[in-house]
């Protein structure tokens, strides 16, 4: 009886330690539970962003994108950005990632008052322009 009871305790433990060791190493910091949070909201379209391309062998802006936008990379070095520009209105933009072109995003959110505003900025040789929507 003694040996079943030592058994049935020595299982409990190590039960016990394997949970124990399971949660400690599966916990999440706050951090990544915002990050998570914040990642999926905007790709919701709930957060307003801007988003900077850079050539970087020339130091220069080559574009802007503003406004509710999710992202994401496709198989041929594009960038996807994906707009929110009415209530079930989107428009799709590609930027082409090189060893040059590099980005910046920026959660602008709180920033903007017309929830359905997209805004792009072309930059170069050439006058500036300026898209809205």
């Known amino acids: 009886m003694k040996s079943i009871i030592s058994a049935l305790l020595w299982y409990i433990f190590i039960t ?22 914040l990642s999926q909201a ?11 391309v850079y050539n970087a062998r020339t130091d220069l802006i080559v574009m802007e994108l503003e406004g509710y936008m999710s992202l994401s990379n496709n198989s041929t070095r594009e960038l ?8 079930n209105e989107y428009k799709k933009n590609y930027v082409y990632l090189n060893e040059y072109v590099i980005y910046v995003v920026e959660d602008i959110t709180g920033t903007t008052t017309d929830p359905y505003h ?7 040789a050439l ?7």
């Open 16 to 37: 016990l330690g394997g949970i124990a060791m399971m949660y400690s190493l599966s916990s999440c910091t706050a951090a990544d539970n915002v990050n998570h949070n």
């Open 42 to 52: 905007a790709d919701n379209f709930q957060v307003t962003r801007k988003i900077t």
């Open 80 to 87: 996807v950005v994906t707009c929110k520009t009415g209530a």
């Open 118 to 124: 997209y805004k792009i900025k072309f930059y170069g």
């Open 127 to 133: 006058p500036d322009i300026d898209i809205n929507h």
